[in-house]
Structures are given as structure tokens and as C-alpha cells.
């Protein structure tokens, strides 16, 4: 049973990553890339990596765990899925004009 090909994956436990995968979400978090595609692609990385020990590795030795969540919340839904430009673009606002 264990050992059978057409055993539906259990959703308890997280899909396998590439060395790639884990790199690229290293590089995006570190800032090494601009290419929308491999932030797209960390951010779904992170998003299965989460309630790991590598994932509390990004968030706590490699990045801050408010720039891994910001990374989920401007790339992807609530259900891990991308968002491909549906979110608003942040617009950049000097708040002492206003004070």
C-alpha cells in the first residue's frame, strides 16, 4: 500500500523541493533577483515549505519572518495560488506632506 504509484499525496505533510527551489527562495530573500517569475516561484516554495524547520530557518537566520510574509501576501492568495498582477501596486507615500 505504502509503496503504491497511484496513492493520492498526503496533505499533512509538505511535497519534496529541489536544491533550485530552496536557492532561488535564498536568492529572493536575500534580494539577488528582480525576475518576477523566480519571486513568483519562492514565494509558492515558502508557501509549501510552511511549519517547517527550513521555513523558520528563512524567516529567522536568512530573512525576517515580516519579509517572508509580505513575499506570500503580494505573490500569492490565501490559498497558495499566484496571483499574477491581480494585486495592486504599492504606491510609495510621503506621509509628512500630510502631517
Same mark, same amino acid.
Given at each position: 500500500?505504502?509503496?503504491?504509484?497511484?496513492?493520492?499525496?498526503?496533505?499533512?505533510?509538505?511535497?519534496?523541493?529541489?536544491?533550485?527551489?530552496?536557492?532561488?527562495? *535564498?536568492?529572493?530573500?536575500?534580494?539577488?533577483?528582480?525576475?518576477?517569475?523566480?519571486?513568483? !516561484? *519562492? *514565494?509558492?516554495?515558502?508557501?509549501?515549505?510552511?511549519?517547517?524547520?527550513?521555513?523558520?530557518?528563512?524567516?529567522?537566520?536568512?530573512?525576517?519572518?515580516?519579509?517572508? !510574509?509580505?513575499?506570500?501576501? !503580494?505573490?500569492?492568495?490565501?490559498?497558495?495560488?499566484?496571483?499574477?498582477?491581480?494585486?495592486?501596486?504599492?504606491? *510609495?507615500?510621503?506621509?509628512?506632506?500630510?502631517?
Amino acid at each position: 500500500e505504502l509503496m503504491s504509484s497511484e496513492s493520492i499525496p498526503d496533505p499533512e505533510f509538505s511535497g519534496a523541493c529541489t536544491f533550485e527551489e530552496l536557492g532561488n527562495v *535564498a536568492d529572493v530573500l536575500l534580494n539577488r533577483t528582480t525576475d518576477k517569475e523566480k519571486i513568483m !516561484d *519562492a *514565494a509558492e516554495t515558502l508557501y509549501k515549505l510552511q511549519d517547517s524547520d527550513i521555513y523558520h530557518f528563512y524567516t529567522t537566520s536568512i530573512s525576517t519572518e515580516k519579509q517572508v !510574509d509580505r513575499l506570500l501576501k !503580494d505573490n500569492l492568495d490565501g490559498a497558495g495560488r499566484r496571483l499574477n498582477g491581480m494585486q495592486s501596486e504599492r504606491i *510609495a507615500v510621503d506621509w509628512n506632506k500630510f502631517m
